[in-house]
T-cell receptor, first 114, second 116 residues
Framework: AQSVTQLGSHVSVSEGALVLLRCNYS??????LFWYVQYPNQGLQLLLK??????LVKGINGFEAEFKKSETSFHLTKPSAHMSDAAEYFC????????????FGQGTRLTINP | DVKVTQSSRYLVKRTGEKVFLECVQD?????MFWYRQDPGLGLRLIYF???????EKGDIPEGYSVSREKKERFSLILESASTNQTSMYLC???????????????FGEGSWLTVV
């Protein structure tokens, strides 16, 4: 069975500082990995995904994530936080066959301090 | 743009009522999903469907059923609503899996259900 652990339910950074949101996964087969963002009162929007190939994945809004198989991690980073980045972020893993159901972490709420 | 539309954003229902949450997607996607979102628990899969009239249980199907009579529409049904079903419900859809590229799974804006 697959599972996802996001370290830290709340992360607070200053505007302009590095954003680092941690995600570790468990999967018995090579996974697909995703980061989604949820702004208040909205659904989820895909930030980026890893399927195969290059392990450093670039997404929207300046975010990127690196797949590290040896560490079973897929941490999300952004070099310089912006106020508009305040949201909840979800890491997810899926199987690579069938309907591709997503298994989500518990979410990390990112707060940006001015 | 892919659009997944959930017909009701906010609902308040009484305990024991039968509740229907409707979801429509406009991209001819084969796969559709219903998730439930609760603070500290992330999103949990209730049911999914990979074709018309096909359905499979997710991780937390108890107390729920689904219906998919048409490809574009996937309904979540609470047969007898209970207060522990107060939550945010998210519908999603995706095309068939493209191996090596994965899929983007598209989400609706969510339906906030309060059961009193």
């Amino acid at each position: 069975a697959q599972s996802v652990t996001q370290l830290g339910s709340h992360v607070s950074v200053s505007e302009g500082a590095l954003v680092l949101l941690r995600c570790n996964y468990s999967s018995s087969v090579p996974p697909y990995l995703f980061w989604y963002v949820q702004y208040p009162n909205q659904g989820l929007q895909l930030l980026l995904k890893y399927t195969t190939g290059a392990t450093l994945v670039k997404g929207i809004n300046g975010f990127e994530a690196e797949f590290k198989k040896s560490e079973t991690s897929f941490h999300l980073t952004k070099p310089s936080a912006h106020m508009s980045d305040a949201a909840e972020y979800f890491c997810a893993v899926s199987e690579i066959q069938g309907a591709q159901k997503l298994v989500f972490g518990q979410g990390t709420r990112l707060t940006i301090n001015p | 743009d892919v659009k997944v539309t959930q017909s009701s954003r906010y609902l308040v229902k009484r305990t024991g009522e039968k509740v229907f949450l409707e979801c429509v997607q406009d991209m001819d996607h084969e796969n559709m999903f219903w998730y439930r979102q609760d603070p500290g628990l992330g999103l949990r899969l209730i049911y999914f469907s990979y074709d018309v009239k096909m359905k499979e249980k997710g991780d937390i199907p108890e107390g729920y059923s689904v219906s998919r009579e048409k490809k574009e529409r996937f309904s979540l049904i609470l047969e007898s609503a209970s207060t522990n079903q107060t939550s945010m419900y998210l519908c999603a859809s995706s095309p068939p899996l493209d191996r090596g590229r994965g899929n983007t799974i598209y989400f609706g804006e969510g339906s906030w259900l309060t059961v009193v």
